[in-house]
């Protein structure tokens, strides 16, 4: 139900789901990234947060992708993902690691993401 709520950009409610989903300590593919997007996009769109609250999210978030990048059989999406979150968290730097990462790993980009990140900051 979190994919779902996710797809309907209701981050902090798709949140609720993949937390419940995570304490299952089961791995599924595909389940970390997306629950680590959904962490981290709450933490941009939800302006009542406290920065420690939304630094919370956001590590919890890394922690996700950083476990989905070890385990997760598709690395390239996993990365994609990471670099979207970092493009709207204004971290473009660390974006364009994420692309480089997700190049490396066989991840696709539509191309307006990669427009938008250059308009933002020059690919190093």
């Known amino acids: ?14 949140m609720k789901h993949f937390e419940k989903a995570l304490s299952f300590k089961r791995y599924i593919t595909g389940m970390y990234p997306d629950a680590a997007r959904a ?8 302006r009542s947060l406290s920065e420690a609250d939304r630094k919370a999210l956001y590590d919890r978030a890394d922690s996700l992708y950083a476990e989905a990048a070890e385990r997760d059989v598709n ?9 979207t979150v970092r493009f709207f968290q204004e971290n473009y730097a660390d974006a364009w690691v994420m692309v480089k990462n997700a190049r490396e790993a066989g991840g696709q980009f539509p191309p307006q993401f990669l427009r938008a990140l250059g308009a933002k900051m020059r690919e190093p």
């Open 39 to 46: 962490l981290a996009l709450c933490g941009v769109v939800k």
């Open 1 to 14: 139900f979190g994919a779902v709520l996710s797809d309907q950009e209701k981050m902090c409610e798709a």
């Open 75 to 83: 690395r390239g999406y996993v990365y994609v993902s990471w670099a």
